[in-house]
């Protein structure tokens, strides 16, 4: 079968279930409602089979374009077009406005979106789409500046993590010959803004307050930090336009490249198992249809655990490298996709972790996770004034939906297609940890200890 005769066949399938919903479907969601044993993904009642959903041209992106590779979409009876998008502010605008049905989205935008930052909106994520995946880049002449304050291992390479402290210098540098110190993120509520805030803050950078008056948070900064999207990012390095940034693969490892910046840290070493991006539809969305929010998630579940199944990246990265999904070469992909990394040139070092779809219940939207955005809100200043600590439990739960994730694995438990050991006994929330680069401890139940525990930030009494 041809292509333009598949999608008739599948344009066709998705009026059938369209028209078996309304006419004869009462009885077979009334049967959802109390899934037997041995449940097939054919008896959830799909009251919106066609759906379009954005993505920015990330390899995170992965669950999307693996969910719509391998079929696993079409198998819980939705038929999806994946479009790529401009940037962040154009996937945050057109989910809210209904053009997408939901998208690949920065953590923090749903976040910022209910906690009042930026464009208010009724956003949910059921879905953690993956853990890692960012890197910090500088340009080769602020290396060259940086290297020789970098401890050298009995190898002679660098010894990582290379913490913001062999920055410091560089930037008062800049600052004594009158050259403020320019660096790029992808979005002001980007996981990518507050970790390169956090490796900067580590060493005593201030990376500047956000103020009604200063939206760029600039404010008391020592290191300017800008908006540049993710592919922009190395062609503004190589312009001069920024001196550093902090963006997603493959545009760290493009730099290596391309031969004009060296990546210094990942987000693992600045937090171990971070939580990236997330997939997110409106409040009414999962409301209006909730089994096709079910269903959407369990596609994507299953396409994370196909993502993290050993041998199964090198094909992942030939999905990603198509024109329509990342678009970029497949020898870039593969340097960090496939448990590498490469800092300076011929420097590749084993990260297994540096892309994780799956593994450590990656998949599952913890109350802690999304707690830790707000908390970074707060310390710089997008969250302008002090709140209790009720506010951030309550606001994230209205955010992150456990429930809608937890109804999709059980579905995919009792079908077989992951393990009961997959789910998470959990309450929302993950242990304290100190896997931080500066080795502070958050607990996601004691987000206002947290914010104190900062030397440079806003503080909350």
Same mark, same amino acid.
């Given at each position: 079968?041809?292509?333009?005769?598949k999608?008739?066949?599948l344009?066709?399938l998705?009026?059938?279930v369209v028209?078996?919903?309304q006419?004869?479907?009462?009885?077979?969601s009334?049967?959802?409602?109390?899934?037997a044993?041995g449940?097939?993904?054919?008896t959830?009642a799909?009251?919106?089979p066609?759906?379009?959903f954005?993505?920015?041209?990330?390899?995170?992106m992965?669950?999307?374009?693996?969910?719509k590779?391998?079929?696993y979409?079409e198998?819980?009876?939705?038929?999806?077009?994946?479009?790529?998008?401009?940037n962040?502010?154009n996937v945050?605008d057109?989910?809210?406005?209904g053009?997408l049905?939901?998208s690949?989205?920065?953590?923090?935008?749903?976040?910022?979106?209910?906690?009042g930052?930026?464009r208010?909106?009724?956003?949910v994520?059921?879905?953690?789409m993956?853990l890692?995946g960012?890197?910090?880049?500088?340009?080769n002449?602020?290396?060259?500046k940086?290297?020789p304050?970098?401890p050298i291992g009995?190898d002679g390479?660098?010894?990582h993590p290379?913490?913001?402290?062999?920055?410091?210098?560089v930037v008062?540098?800049?600052?004594?010959n009158g050259k403020?110190?320019?660096m790029?993120?992808?979005?002001?509520?980007?996981t990518?803004?507050?970790?390169?805030?956090?490796?900067l803050?580590a060493?005593?950078?201030?990376p500047?307050f956000?103020t009604?008056?200063n939206?760029?948070?600039q404010?008391?900064?020592?290191?300017l930090l800008s908006?540049?999207?993710?592919?922009?990012?190395?062609?503004?390095?190589?312009a001069?336009t920024?001196?550093g940034?902090?963006?997603?693969?493959?545009?760290?490892?493009?730099?290596?490249?391309k031969?004009i910046g060296v990546?210094v840290?990942?987000?693992?070493?600045?937090w171990?198992n971070?939580?990236?991006?997330v997939?997110?539809?409106?409040k009414?969305?999962?409301?209006?249809? #909730?089994? /096709?929010?079910?269903?959407?998630?369990?596609?994507l579940?299953?396409?994370g =655990?196909? +993502? !993290?199944?050993?041998?199964?990246?090198p094909k992942?990265v030939?999905i990603?490298s198509m024109?329509?999904?990342v678009g970029a070469d497949?020898v870039?992909?593969?340097n960090?996709?496939?448990?590498?990394?490469?800092f300076e040139?011929?420097?590749k070092?084993?990260?297994?972790?540096?892309?994780?779809?799956?593994r450590?219940?990656?998949?599952y939207?913890?109350?802690?996770d999304?707690i830790w955005f707000?908390?970074?809100?707060?310390?710089?200043?997008?969250?302008?004034?002090?709140?209790?600590?009720?506010?951030?439990?309550a606001?994230?739960?209205d955010?992150?939906r456990p429930?809608?994730w937890?109804?999709a694995a059980?579905?995919?438990v009792k079908?077989g297609?992951?393990?009961?050991?997959?789910?998470p006994d959990?309450?929302?929330?993950? #242990?304290? /940890?100190?896997d931080f680069?500066?080795g502070?401890?958050?607990d996601?139940? =004691?987000? +206002? !200890?947290?914010?104190?525990?900062?030397?440079?930030?806003n503080?909350?009494?």
């Amino acid at each position: 079968m041809n292509i333009n005769m598949k999608r008739i066949h599948l344009v066709l399938l998705a009026a059938t279930v369209v028209l078996f919903t309304q006419c004869g479907g009462g009885a077979k969601s009334e049967a959802t409602d109390k899934p037997a044993d041995g449940l097939s993904a054919t008896t959830l009642a799909i009251e919106k089979p066609q759906l379009t959903f954005g993505f920015i041209k990330l390899t995170d992106m992965a669950p999307l374009a693996i969910a719509k590779e391998l079929g696993y979409f079409e198998e819980e009876g939705l038929f999806v077009t994946i479009e790529a998008q401009s940037n962040w502010k154009n996937v945050l605008d057109r989910v809210i406005d209904g053009q997408l049905d939901g998208s690949h989205m920065l953590a923090g935008q749903p976040v910022a979106a209910g906690a009042g930052f930026g464009r208010q909106a009724g956003l949910v994520t059921p879905f953690s789409m993956d853990l890692n995946g960012n890197g910090i880049t500088v340009s080769n002449e602020v290396w060259a500046k940086m290297k020789p304050n970098v401890p050298i291992g009995e190898d002679g390479s660098p010894v990582h993590p290379i913490t913001a402290d062999a920055l410091a210098p560089v930037v008062n540098e800049y600052k004594n010959n009158g050259k403020p110190f320019k660096m790029g993120m992808v979005f002001p509520v980007s996981t990518h803004n507050y970790e390169i805030r956090y490796w900067l803050a580590a060493a005593g950078i201030h990376p500047g307050f956000y103020t009604k008056e200063n939206i760029q948070g600039q404010v008391d900064a020592d290191v300017l930090l800008s908006v540049t999207p993710p592919p922009q990012m190395p062609a503004t390095l190589e312009a001069g336009t920024i001196y550093g940034y902090c963006v997603g693969e493959p545009w760290n490892q493009q730099a290596v490249f391309k031969g004009i910046g060296v990546p210094v840290t990942t987000n693992y070493d600045i937090w171990k198992n971070n939580p990236e991006k997330v997939f997110v539809m409106t409040k009414s969305f999962v409301e209006k249809y #909730p089994n /096709t929010a079910v269903a959407v998630t369990k596609a994507l579940i299953r396409a994370g =655990k196909w +993502l !993290d199944t050993p041998g199964n990246r090198p094909k992942a990265v030939g999905i990603l490298s198509m024109p329509e999904y990342v678009g970029a070469d497949s020898v870039v992909i593969a340097n960090s996709m496939t448990g590498t990394f490469e800092f300076e040139k011929g420097q590749k070092r084993s990260m297994p972790d540096f892309n994780v779809f799956y593994r450590y219940h990656a998949t599952y939207p913890f109350y802690s996770d999304g707690i830790w955005f707000l908390t970074q809100m707060r310390r710089w200043g997008q969250i302008p004034e002090s709140k209790p600590e009720e506010w951030y439990h309550a606001t994230i739960k209205d955010i992150y939906r456990p429930d809608i994730w937890k109804k999709a694995a059980d579905m995919l438990v009792k079908e077989g297609h992951i393990d009961a050991t997959d789910v998470p006994d959990t309450d929302g929330y993950k #242990p304290a /940890t100190t896997d931080f680069i500066d080795g502070k401890t958050y607990d996601g139940k =004691k987000p +206002l !200890d947290y914010i104190q525990s900062f030397e440079i930030g806003n503080k909350d009494h």
